[in-house]
Structures are given as C-alpha cells and as structure tokens.
C-alpha cells in the first residue's frame, strides 16, 4: 500500500482499511481507488481476515472525488470518462461483494463518492455532526456510479430527493433512511465500532459470508424462488462443518469453535 492507502491488522481477525490523504479530507483519485480496489480483491480471500473496518484519516472520512482528478476528467473525452467511470464502479462492487462484512467509521464529511462508500459498508458507524450528501448535480454531473449502491440501500424515495436537490444531510437523517445504522458521539464512535466487531466475531465466518449473500439477494428475486433459494442454503449450512459444530455447541452449552480459535489468536 501506499501513503494514501494503510491496512492495519488492529486485533486479530480484524483489519482496517484506512484512507489516508487527510489533507485532502481523503478526496479520491484514480490512484487510490486502484489501491482501495485492489486491498478488498485481496482480503476477500484473506482466511485470516474476519471483519474489515473501512475509517478515514483525520477530521473526514472522505469528501469525494479529488479536485485535480477532476480536472483531469474535464479534458478527457467520453470514452476515457467511461474507463475511469468503470474503474470507480469496480472499487464500489469489491467493497460491497466482500464476503467480509464491512464496518465503515464514518466521521466529519462523507460526500458524492464518499457517500457511496457509506452505502457499500454492511453495518455503518456514523458520528454526531457528519455531513452526507450527493452532491454531484451542482457540479452540473449526476450520482451514477454511486446510485445502485445507494438506492438498493435507502430506496427509491430518498435517493429521488438527495439526487435531484444535491443537498447535504446530516447524521440522524443519514440514520433515518437506513444509510447508516448508529448515530454516536465522537468521543464513543471508536468504542461502537468495536461493539459492532464483537457482535461480527461471535458469529461463524462462513454463516456471515453466506447471510451477507442472502441479505443482498433475498429482495431482488421472486418469492417462491427466494423460498426455494433459501431451502437449499440452510440444508447445505445445516450439514456443513461449521454449521454442525455451531449447532452442536450450542446444545452442548459450550463456546462454538471460531470464538475458542479467536481469543486464543488474541491472547486472551
């Protein structure tokens, strides 16, 4: 990784993706998104890798698109555009298929780009006083790369508003659309955070993998598809390796083996 760019292994099982342009608000280019893509391809295949945390350096988590990539888009023409267009697309597909569940700590300003990194995290911490915000038709462009991500996650409704007006929202309406899942003081969004890791580690990291896949799937396919769908995955979990040790430590009032194999990983 880069300057731009660090991954911390902060506790076992646990790795944070931290943007690291703070004083660009951690603005991003074509070089970081490369970066960004290029670390979630690899850790969605990173057996030791339970929970990734997805945070920004300093007092943003990140402000979007970088002002002198910008630039750089204004002299291309349409066809240069479209593979820059798709390389951002891919970064927003890596994060959101990892079968890692995602946390994003989410502080200061999350706009245009930034907002759609929101979207893609499967459980969002957001601070007190964060500013959100699809921006882009002020600009006199538009939220498309951004726009399955965020209306699969807010719906239809909100995202006619927050696209069309290009206004900023703060951290409790961000909460009250479902882009973000708690709302916290700034001096807690660390230790909610690590709640929220806690609650990811208890559970089996096939079963998440899976549950992540179901939760993304489940409201896009006709119901009795997604009943039969669904038969076949939990018969398959059910006589699965972890699924039966899972059931079987539980009827056995014992801890299940993948929280034994993590506290002795972090020594406790």
Same mark, same amino acid.
């Given at each position: 990784?880069?300057?731009?760019?660090?991954?911390?292994?902060?506790?076992?099982?646990?790795?944070?993706?931290?943007?690291?342009?703070?004083?660009?608000?951690?603005?991003?280019?074509?070089?970081?998104?490369?970066?960004?893509?290029?670390?979630?391809?690899?850790?969605?295949?990173?057996?030791?890798?339970?929970?990734?945390?997805?945070?920004?350096?300093?007092?943003?988590?990140?402000?979007?698109?970088?002002?002198?990539?910008?630039?750089?888009?204004?002299?291309?023409?349409?066809?240069?555009?479209?593979?820059?267009?798709?390389?951002?697309?891919?970064?927003?597909?890596?994060?959101?298929?990892?079968?890692?569940?995602?946390?994003?700590?989410?502080? #200061?300003?999350?706009? !245009?780009?930034?907002?759609? +990194?929101? &979207?893609?995290?499967?459980? $969002? *911490?957001? /601070?007190?006083?964060? @500013?959100?915000?699809?921006?882009?038709?002020?600009?006199?462009?538009?939220?498309?790369?951004?726009?399955?991500?965020?209306?699969?996650?807010?719906?239809?409704?909100?995202?006619?508003?927050?696209?069309?007006? #290009?206004?900023?929202? !703060?951290?409790?309406?961000? +909460?009250? &659309?479902?882009?973000?899942? $708690? *709302?916290? /003081?700034?001096?807690? @969004?660390?230790?909610?955070?690590?709640?929220?890791?806690?609650?990811?580690?208890?559970?089996?990291?096939?079963?998440?993998?899976?549950?992540?896949?179901?939760?993304?799937?489940?409201?896009?396919?006709?119901?009795?598809?997604?009943?039969?769908?669904?038969?076949?995955?939990? &018969?398959?979990?059910?006589?699965?390796?972890?699924?039966?040790?899972?059931?079987?430590?539980?009827?056995?009032?014992?801890?299940?083996?993948?929280?034994?194999?993590?506290?002795?990983?972090?020594?406790?």
């Amino acid at each position: 990784m880069s300057a731009s760019l660090r991954l911390e292994r902060t506790r076992a099982g646990v790795v944070r993706v931290v943007l690291a342009r703070p004083e660009l608000r951690n603005a991003f280019d074509d070089a970081l998104i490369a970066e960004v893509t290029a670390a979630f391809e690899e850790l969605a295949s990173d057996a030791s890798t339970r929970v990734v945390v997805l945070a920004g350096e300093g007092k943003s988590f990140c402000a979007g698109a970088d002002l002198t990539w910008m630039k750089r888009m204004v002299a291309w023409g349409e066809e240069e555009n479209r593979r820059d267009a798709e390389a951002l697309g891919r970064m927003f597909l890596a994060i959101d298929s990892c079968p890692k569940p995602v946390v994003g700590r989410i502080h #200061g300003a999350a706009l !245009g780009g930034g907002t759609g +990194l929101v &979207a893609v995290c499967d459980v $969002a *911490v957001c /601070a007190e006083g964060t @500013l959100l915000g699809t921006t882009e038709v002020r600009l006199g462009i538009v939220p498309a790369v951004i726009s399955p991500f965020v209306v699969r996650k807010v719906g239809e409704s909100h995202a006619r508003r927050w696209f069309l007006t #290009g206004e900023r929202f !703060g951290a409790e309406e961000a +909460l009250r &659309a479902g882009l973000v899942h $708690a *709302v916290v /003081a700034d001096a807690e @969004l660390d230790a909610e955070v690590e709640r929220v890791i806690d609650a990811l580690l208890l559970g089996g990291p096939e079963a998440i993998a899976v549950s992540k896949g179901l939760a993304m799937r489940m409201g896009r396919v006709p119901l009795d598809e997604a009943v039969a769908e669904a038969a076949g995955v939990i &018969a398959a979990r059910r006589v699965s390796a972890e699924g039966q040790e899972g059931m079987n430590a539980f009827l056995s009032k014992r801890a299940p083996a993948w929280t034994r194999d993590q506290e002795r990983r972090s020594g406790s």
